[in-house]
Structure formats: structure tokens, C-alpha cells
């Protein structure tokens, strides 16, 4: 008994575990889930493509496809003229040279000791007795002709000591400021030069200028330190190499060979493709992915509405790609033809403001990158993704849209105009982007009315335009309402009046609150007679069973949603008609229950199935419905009594937690009462009896109004 207990809780809890995880995957697998990816992903390859469409795939030595002109004029520093300079300037520069001391130092003791031995010969001996030996030995070490040698031995010392001394200066002279290998030669000569300046005898001159080749020698060594901070001087001074491109200016002719110089210029101005830079896919990839983190924080918190709505979230998915990759080619043209005006155009008249707000929010930033926008044209963007939210009003009508897109259309006119000032355009440019510029907001706005259209037929959305619409009545379903429902269609009429002046005071849509009024009983139309309000003479359930009459009530709800369906009314409207009774007990019919007593009566088998009325709109037809029939119903009416019925149904309609799935406040509510008892006071005024008029005794009926 223990383990069949404790295989079955093992089964229990291994069928929970799995329950749980299917539930989880369910939620990740539907469309409020997935709908974000698919967005990014579709932003991503709009926006990859238009970033990759503002330039040309070309590199160095490729033959330009096409006539590349220049959109803008520029200054760019061409980078390989200004390479070229610096290393001209470098390879001029002199280096900075140091007087060598040690090996200074080592040239004056070479020729100091060269005399000391000479001296010591000449002190020593005379020239027969010197050997052969010791001569070469001489000659090898010094490396000094013999005639220079013999020269120095026989001379007398006055001469001696006088060659001795011009030698020792002018060395002193020469090795006192740096010598470099190529200033030997010029120096040797200066020396020379020098030397037939003196009042010396030639032999003199002779030996003075065979030491001078011998002992004098470089002296010079380059200041690494000096010379680099020089280089460095250099290079900070050089000015770079500009060159300036006129805007219309062919920068690629079409068949000529890309140079790098080509290249460099595309690049300045943004016409270079670089779509296979890993980082700007990535940086792109960041960028979609924060921007819709912030998408759903704030459909989240002030549109939570449409997250439940899947059509509307693909509408946005469409509406927000479609009219960029539009855009992407219109703005091959001019980037003034700009018609992103149409996303806020769309969304707006199709699911609010809010949302309209969002999208203009996050698709800024990405059209910024996409369309590798400088200020000008980011400013732009700007003004045509959110001027149109400050210009449409809360009630759409379609002339408002081409009125609207007309005041942007001058609104480009004038940001041409300031744009062109500022980059000094010639007259014919400021009249080709003015035309451009009103264009794109004429074709954004015609294109928003076409996309609307597309979708408020294809997923059945309730904009202002399908409600005026639905409003007519000349609509197919409300003659039919008039014709074989007349009382319903009057009854309808009547809370119309209520719940649009109901949904004015807190704040809702009166164009759907009327519209809902309208059709949330065309189910009558399947039974009409069923109805009080329909029936001219005996009242049909007097012969039906309580359950069979509220059988036949309830399935009022069911066949105007199939009737709904099959006319293609907006969802907003369906609901509306499955919630306007709540699940409110048909208090008549179980009363009768009561009083026959058959059976054991509960009010659950009366009530309606619901569901409960969730938005503003629903709730408004909820109680106008059961105000107007309450009133219809009632005597003597005056304003006191008519607020007492009004207050008193919205309270039993709170105690019976009917408005507990409603977004409304207790402010709301009684901004509802207010409302009701204003319009009911007006329709049920007092009147002033009008005495009969009689002709010859015969009464001819009485004055009415």
C-alpha cells in the first residue's frame, strides 16, 4: 500500500515537472514571444541593406560600375600626398652632430707623440747615422713619405718650431667644431688655402698640407637624441595635404581604374560599402537588440494592451520595415525624399499614440546608422518621424492625414531652405530639394492612407476611419438592424449618446464607444421578436420556461459574434459584444424561476456566460446598456430620480464585482454617472401641455414637439 502511494505521488510529481515545462514552452513558442526576434531580425537586414546601399563595393584598381558623384562638398586631407611630404621633409633633414671628445682627444695625442718622436731623433742623431730599420720602422708607423721625413731631420729649428706651431693651431681650429666624414675634403682644402695665405717658404706649405691630410680626420658623431626630437619637430610642423570636392562633382568616372586616392575620397564621404566589416555587423546587432529591449519595456508598462494583440503586433513588424526598405530607396534620389513620415502616419491611426511615440523612438537611432545620417540629415529624420505625433489629433478622419502630411511637406521646405544657406547651394539646388523635400512628405502621407487601408481591412483593426465607417447609417448591417429590429435599433441609438459622452468626460475613444453602442445587439436580429423592445403586442416568453427564455436571451451574445464576424467588424467591436452583459444575472426570468418553484433555482443558471468587460470602451457600453433599458422602463422621471438609477445600477454592478477586470478608477466612475444623468436629462426634459385645438366641434389632434 506504502509503495503504490508513493509510486503515485513519484507519477504526480513527474507529471507536474513536465506540465510546468510545457507551459513554459508554450509561452516561449508564441507570437507575443517571437514577434520580437523576427523584428530585430527584419530591422537588421533593412538597415544592413540600406547602410550598404549608401556606398559602392569598390576597391583599389577595380573598375568603377557606375558615375560616382559627389553628394556634398568637402574637404578631405589626402593621406598619401601628405605621407609623401613628411618623408621629403625627413629625408632633408640634416642630423644634429657632437663633437666626438675621446676620439678628439686620441687625433691631438697621435700628432702631439708623431713630434715627440721626431724631436727625439732630431735630438739623437743625424740623418746618415740613422739605419734603414729604424726608418721604416718610422715610415710604417706614422705612414709619412721619406722626403717629409729627411725634411723634418735636416731643418734647421727655427723652421721646425714654426711648422710645429701652424700645424698645432690650425688642428686646434679644425678639431674644435665638429668634422663629419663628407667635411674632410673641404676642411683638408680650407687648410691648404690657409696655409699659402702665411708668409711661409713652399717646402714649408708642401709639409704642412701632407700633415694635414694625415692627421685630420672626422671628429663628428650624430646626437641620436637631438636628431629625434628634430624628426619629431618635423612631423608635428608638417602641414597636411587637403584637397576640396565640389558637391555634383564626378569623383569616379564610370569604367575608370579606382585609385587609392579614389578610394580615399568615397571613404570621406561615406560612398564606400563596408559590409564585410565583422564590427559593423555587430555594433549593428547591439544596437537592434537594445532598442528593442527598450520597445518592450515600454509597450510593457503603457501599452500592455497589444501585447495580447498579435495582429497589431505584426501590423507594427510591417508597417516599421516596409517603410524603411521604401525609404532606402527612395533616398537613391535625394535624401530629401525622405518617407519615414508614413511609420508614425500608420501606427498612430492604428494603434494610438503611445505606440507610434515607441517606434519613432527606437527606429530613430537605427535610421541614424542605416542612412549614415551627419547632423542635418539626422534633424531631419527627427522632424519626420516626430512632428506627426504633434500634428494628428486624438479623431483621425483621412483628409486629417493629407492635411498633416502637407504641413510637413512645408516643413522640409523650410529645413531645406536653412540646410541650403548653411552649405550655400545655388538657387536651382534650393528649388530641386524643395521639391523633393515636399514630395517625400506627400507620398509618405498618400502611402500611410494605402497601408492603413491594407490593414484595417486584412486584420480588422478599429481605426477612426472603419468607425466613421461603421458609424454611417447607410452601413448594410445597421439598415438591417433598423429594418427587422426597429426597438433594438433604437435602443442602440439612445446608448450611443451615453457612452460617447461617457468616454469624452474620462478620456476614451468616443468614436468605438459609439460604435459599440451601435452594434453590440445585432445579434437580435437572428430572433428579433425574442426582445421586449421588438415585440408589438404579446410578450412570447409569457409561453417559454425561465431556462428556455434565457437560452434563447444568451444566444443574442453568440450570434452577433457570428454576425460580426461575417461582416468583418473590428475585434474591439466583437469583444464589446461578448462583454456588454457581463456575466449579470436576467434578473426577470429568475425571478419567474423563483416564483414557479419547480425546482431548486440558483442564480448561476441565469446568468450570462460573459466574459467581464476589460477596456474603458467595454465598460461603457456595459452600463449604458443597462442604463437606457433601466430608464426606459421607469416613471416620473426627473434629475434626482434619474441619478438615483444611474448610481444605483453602477453600484450593484460593483458589488457584484462586474468592473473588477475594468481599468477604471472611482474618479472614472462617477465621471460615467455625471455623464449618463446629463445626456438622460436632456432626452427626458420636461414638456409643456399644449391646449387641444378644436374646428367646429372637431378635434384636430394636439401640437407635440
Not at 640634416?94 to 671628445?101: G, L, N, W
Not at 454592478?653 to 478608477?665: A, R
Request: with cysteine; hydrophobic share 45%.
Amino acid at each position: 500500500m506504502k509503495n503504490s502511494k508513493r509510486t503515485f505521488q513519484l507519477k504526480k510529481k513527474v507529471l507536474d515537472f513536465f506540465t510546468s515545462i510545457f507551459i513554459r514552452l508554450r509561452a516561449v513558442l508564441t507570437f507575443q514571444f517571437w514577434n520580437y526576434p523576427l523584428y530585430g531580425l527584419g530591422l537588421f537586414f533593412v538597415l544592413w541593406v540600406s547602410y550598404s546601399m549608401g556606398g559602392v563595393v569598390l576597391s583599389e584598381g577595380q573598375i568603377a560600375p557606375r558615375d560616382i558623384f559627389v553628394r556634398k562638398t568637402i574637404e578631405i586631407v589626402d593621406v598619401k600626398a601628405t605621407e609623401e611630404r613628411k618623408n621629403a621633409l625627413l629625408a632633408e633633414l640634416v642630423p644634429i652632430f657632437r663633437i666626438d671628445e675621446s676620439f678628439t682627444q686620441e687625433l691631438k695625442k697621435e700628432y702631439t707623440t708623431f713630434f715627440q718622436e721626431l724631436e727625439a731623433i732630431r735630438n739623437t742623431v743625424t740623418t746618415p747615422s740613422i739605419s734603414f730599420e729604424r726608418k721604416e720602422e718610422f715610415f710604417r708607423e706614422w705612414k709619412i713619405t721619406p722626403g717629409v721625413f729627411e725634411w723634418f731631420i735636416e731643418t734647421n729649428p727655427e723652421k721646425y718650431e714654426r711648422i710645429k706651431e701652424v700645424f698645432f693651431l690650425n688642428m686646434e681650429k679644425n678639431l674644435g667644431q665638429p668634422i663629419r666624414e663628407g667635411d674632410v675634403e673641404q676642411k683638408i682644402l680650407e687648410s691648404y688655402s690657409a696655409y699659402e695665405r702665411m708668409n711661409l717658404e713652399v717646402d714649408e706649405i708642401r709639409v704642412l698640407n701632407l700633415l694635414t691630410s694625415r692627421f685630420l680626420k672626422p671628429n663628428a658623431r650624430i646626437d641620436i637624441t637631438e636628431t629625434e626630437k628634430q624628426r619629431e619637430l618635423v612631423i608635428k610642423n608638417i602641414e597636411p595635404v587637403k584637397r576640396y570636392i565640389q558637391k555634383g562633382q564626378i569623383l569616379v568616372k564610370k569604367g575608370t581604374i579606382v585609385t587609392h586616392t579614389d578610394l580615399e575620397s568615397l571613404r570621406a564621404l561615406g560612398l564606400v560599402g563596408e559590409q564585410y566589416e565583422s564590427y559593423l555587423l555587430v555594433a549593428l546587432g547591439i544596437l537592434i537588440v537594445f532598442t528593442l529591449v527598450f520597445e518592450y519595456s515600454f509597450i510593457k508598462k503603457f501599452i500592455a494592451e497589444i501585447i495580447q494583440r498579435n495582429s497589431l503586433l505584426l501590423i507594427r513588424i510591417l508597417t516599421a520595415i516596409g517603410v524603411i526598405a521604401l525609404n532606402a530607396l527612395s533616398l537613391r534620389f535625394s535624401w530629401y525624399l525622405i518617407l519615414l513620415a508614413a511609420v508614425p502616419f500608420i501606427l498612430y491611426t492604428l494603434m494610438g499614440r503611445n505606440l507610434a511615440l515607441c517606434e519613432s523612438l527606437i527606429l530613430f537611432p537605427l535610421l541614424m546608422w542605416g542612412e549614415r545620417a551627419d547632423f542635418m540629415r539626422s534633424f531631419y529624420i527627427f522632424m519626420n518621424l516626430f512632428l506627426p505625433l504633434f500634428l494628428l489629433d486624438k479623431t483621425i478622419k483621412r483628409r486629417d492625414l493629407v492635411k498633416t502630411g502637407f504641413w510637413i511637406a512645408l516643413a522640409n521646405i523650410l529645413m531645406v531652405i536653412i540646410f541650403g544657406l548653411q552649405e550655400g547651394n545655388a538657387p536651382l539646388e534650393f528649388l530641386v530639394n524643395s521639391v523633393y523635400g515636399f514630395g517625400g512628405a506627400i507620398i509618405a502621407s498618400i502611402a500611410a492612407l494605402g497601408g492603413i487601408s491594407l490593414f484595417e481591412t486584412t486584420f480588422h483593426v478599429a481605426t477612426d476611419f472603419r468607425l466613421l465607417e461603421l458609424v454611417n447609417p447607410t452601413h448594410p448591417l445597421l439598415k438591417r438592424l433598423m429594418m427587422e429590429a426597429p426597438g433594438t435599433y433604437s435602443h442602440s441609438l439612445m446608448m450611443a449618446n451615453l457612452a460617447e459622452a461617457a468616454a469624452d468626460a474620462i478620456g476614451a475613444n468616443p468614436l468605438l464607444a459609439r460604435a459599440g453602442a451601435y452594434y453590440h445587439d445585432i445579434g437580435k436580429i437572428k430572433r428579433p421578436y425574442f426582445f421586449i423592445e421588438n415585440q408589438m403586442s404579446e410578450n412570447i416568453h409569457n409561453r417559454l420556461s425561465p431556462h428556455l427564455s434565457t437560452l434563447v436571451i444568451q444566444n443574442h451574445l453568440k450570434d452577433g459574434l457570428e454576425i460580426a464576424r461575417k461582416y468583418h467588424l473590428p475585434v474591439e467591436i466583437q469583444n464589446i459584444i461578448q462583454s456588454h452583459h457581463g456575466n449579470t444575472v436576467m434578473r426577470y426570468f429568475y425571478d419567474k424561476a423563483i416564483k414557479q418553484k419547480k425546482d431548486d433555482v440558483t442564480d448561476t443558471e441565469f446568468r450570462y456566460p460573459g466574459p467581464l468587460p476589460k477596456t474603458q470602451e467595454e465598460v461603457l457600453i456595459f452600463l449604458a446598456d443597462s442604463v437606457e433599458a433601466a430608464i426606459r422602463s421607469a416613471n416620473n422621471l426627473n434629475s434626482s430620480r434619474l441619478e438615483a438609477i444611474v448610481n444605483g445600477i453602477v453600484q450593484n454592478y460593483l458589488k457584484d464585482g462586474q468592473l473588477d477586470d475594468s481599468p477604471l478608477t472611482m474618479r472614472d466612475i462617477h465621471k460615467i454617472s455625471d455623464a449618463f444623468v446629463m445626456i438622460l436629462s436632456g432626452m427626458f426634459h420636461a414638456r409643456v401641455p399644449y391646449p387641444e385645438n378644436t374646428v367646429n366641434g372637431e378635434d384636430k389632434g394636439s401640437k407635440g414637439d
